[in-house]
């Protein structure tokens, strides 16, 4: 037995060897799934913009009152989620969303009409843990750079928008052209979301 493991060793320090290889070789681990810091905090994503991107919205408004200042948001999520979205219609536990706002323009270089998207003004995430959340949808606030963000309270508008108005559990497929298919397909798309109305 000992002699066995001795003899084994010099394949486990190869190993070894091999796996610390290639923690050096990549720069950062990819934060794919929520991390919260010691206060449970949710730190901020830093590498959404190589999620999937779901779909851009310009000046999407749901109070009556138009804003001061129209903003384009760009909605992403990881790709291991979206995938398993695309198997099997519905979305993994420890799934989070981002919604990031962007000022508009329409004075820049060579343009005459229309707008495009400028500077980061905040972002908005959400996170789908049963286990963490008591009704299972975690929401958080960031602005345009503070690193850590706390839950939502129990009761926020946050939760009580996405409940009462998205098409899929908590998410806005009914905004997002590419998802909406797959929705139909698996029979978890709630039609009846799409009705104008007002936000409640
Ligand atoms: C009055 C309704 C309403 C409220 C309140 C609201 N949202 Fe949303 N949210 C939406 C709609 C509509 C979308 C669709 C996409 C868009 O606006 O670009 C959305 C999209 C999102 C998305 C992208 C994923 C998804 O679910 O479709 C995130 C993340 C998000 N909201 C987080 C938040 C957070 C965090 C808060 C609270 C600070 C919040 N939302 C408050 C209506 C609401």
């Not at 820049?108 to 995430?125: C, E, P, R, Y």
């Not at 946050?158 to 009914?174: G, I, L, M, N, Y």
Request: some cysteine; hydrophobic content about 35%; charged content about 20%.
């Amino acid at each position: 037995m000992k002699t066995a493991q001795i003899k084994k060793l010099p394949g486990i320090g190869l190993v070894a060897a091999f796996c610390f290889l290639q923690l050096a070789a990549s720069p950062e681990p990819k934060v794919l799934k929520p991390h919260y810091d010691e206060k449970g905090n949710l730190i901020r994503p830093s590498d959404y913009r190589e999620w999937m991107f779901l779909s851009s919205g310009y000046g999407m408004n749901y109070s009556p009152a138009p804003d001061s200042h129209e903003m384009f948001t760009n909605v992403f999520v990881p790709r291991w989620a979206y995938q398993e979205f695309l198997d099997s219609g519905k979305w993994p536990e420890q799934t989070m969303w981002l919604v990031e706002e962007r000022g508009a323009e329409s004075k820049g270089s060579i343009n005459k009409h229309g707008q495009f998207q400028t500077d980061l003004m905040g972002m908005a995430v959400e996170v789908k843990d049963s286990s963490r959340f008591a009704d299972k949808w975690g929401y958080f606030a960031f602005g345009n750079s503070n690193q850590s963000s706390e839950a939502m309270p129990k009761g926020n508008p946050c939760w009580s928008c996405h409940d009462a108005h998205a098409a899929v559990e908590h998410t806005f497929v009914q905004f997002y052209p590419t998802l909406k298919p797959v929705a139909e397909k698996f029979g978890v798309y709630n039609e009846s979301r799409e009705q104008v109305q007002d936000a409640k």
